[in-house]
Every structure is written in C-alpha cells, then in structure tokens.
C-alpha cells in the first residue's frame, strides 16, 4: 500500500495489541489516534477545531467526517472487524477531510481532490486511497449474493437468504431467470468512506 518516498506520520499500529482491546478500549484508542491526527492537522491549521468522535455510522461506510455535527463519524462494526486500517488509513483519511473542510475555500474543494490528496501525502504520509480493502461482511446488511442468467449482481439479507434456503423463489426483473446463491461477500470487499 506504501508509495516509494511516503513515510506514514502516525506511528505505526500494532495489530496484535488493538486486536486484544475490549469494544470499550477500543472506542478510547480511536478516539486518541484521533486525537493524534487532529494534532498533525494543527501543525498545518493551528485554528483547527478539534473533532468530535461518534461511532454511529451503519452499513459500508468506514468513516465520515460530518461538518453539520462537528465531528468524524466511525462505523463500530467495521472498526472492530478491521481494527489496524481504522488506526492507519481511515482516521488520517477522514481528519484528513476535516482539515481541507477548514481551510480557506475548503468547502468548495472536492472530497478526494488535490487538497486532499495532499494532505493525505504530505502532512500524513499515506498513498491517498479513496475506497479500502475492508471486511463488510458482518456490517453489511446485504452479504449474500446471488446470479442469475443475465449475471446481474442481486445482494439478499440474511432474512431474504433464509426464505430463499427454505425453498421461496426469486427471479431477476431484468432476464427472468432464478436466483442462485453464490457466496457470501467476501473479506476482501471494498468498502467506500464517505465523503
Ligand atoms: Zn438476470
Ligand atoms: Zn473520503
């Protein structure tokens, strides 16, 4: 994930010890990373209100930086499921937003345009990523996907998924034919912060 010359400015995460945290701990850490982060971002904005942290954010966005609130938003299910990207690359990523929201014609820029991108490069030292490689597995509400002739992705709930292993039958509304299931999604599927 590193670009030649990049050197992240955060310390590093030990993996192993955020896994070993309790949802409570764990909560308290974030909240000091970001903390860390909102000191970086100080460096170049000394005005730069501190954010505050919620952890309500649902479904398959990481992480968001709301302006109207005042504060970054975390999706607890996805940080507990992919604690060491939350720690490396969303909390820079979203503090990230916050600092170029401050700046002087801040709101006019776009989310992952240049000012972002050189945040994320110069003051964070991280390759400026818009979408991660998360585990949305357990926080998506949709992880079943079924096919069907046509190959148009259908995504079932774990309710929906239960009818149709129960023998209820559904058919694609473009082709007609019945739905197969696949897999549930993957850890490997990309999940996108929001803006
Ligand atoms: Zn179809
Ligand atoms: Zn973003």
Redesign the pocket.
Known sequence: MSERGLTPALSPSNAAELDALDATSLRARLCERADDAWRLACEIHPALPRPRVWFDLKGRSAGQAHYGRGGLRFNAVLLTDNRHVFFDEIVP??MA?WLVFHLENGARAR??GRE?KGVMRGLYGLTPH?THRLDVSRASPQPYLYRCDCETPHRFTARRHAMARRGSRYACRRCGSRLRFERVVAADTPAV???
Do not use: G
Request: charged share 10%; aromatic share 10%; glycine share 0%.
């Open positions: 990523h979203e937003h989310p992952h972002w818009v912060p929001n803006a």
